[in-house]
């Protein structure tokens, strides 16, 4: 059963971070419905980080279990941060505000004309500042800018 709730709710983010809101509830309600009886939160919270917009949204229908798996997350990520501080010397890329910008309209689903149009600046200046960004963050897809940068 638990490998059932891991790939329903991986299939949740997968679908999440292309942009198919509605099969990734669907996906996230049955690791949900799974999951629930047990009391089984871990493994919502060990994905929270891909999984969150998707939690609130369903926040009014499982409210007391979600509660418990965003308490639950903030210490897991507390944790993940403390060893990652620990344990790495190697510095984070930096964005520059603008390639910030660009990016995080990107991760919204946005399209390059549409951030463009948005912002007021070329498609073109769009693509160079996105590719700036995704060599700095070491990414090649929108899929995984959007992992990195939650």
Do not use: W
Request: net charge neutral.
């Amino acid at each position: 059963m638990l490998a059932k709730i891991y790939n329903y709710i991986h299939l949740a983010a997968a679908n999440e971070g292309i942009f198919r809101h509605d099969e990734a509830l669907k996906a996230l309600e049955e690791a949900l419905r799974i999951a629930l009886p047990d009391k089984m939160y871990l493994p919502f919270a060990e994905n929270c980080y891909t999984i969150k917009s998707l939690l609130e949204k369903l926040y009014g229908l499982y409210r007391e279990d979600i509660t418990k798996i965003f308490g639950l997350y903030t210490g897991y990520r507390r944790a993940v941060e403390q060893i990652i501080d620990e344990n790495s010397s190697v510095e984070q890329p930096q964005l520059t505000e603008r390639e910030l910008e660009i990016t995080l309209l990107a991760v919204e689903g946005l399209t390059n004309k549409a951030i463009g149009a948005r912002l007021l600046i070329s498609e073109n200046t769009v693509k160079t500042q996105l590719k700036s960004a995704f060599e700095k963050l070491g990414v090649k897809t929108r899929v995984f800018l959007k992992q990195v940068l939650h």
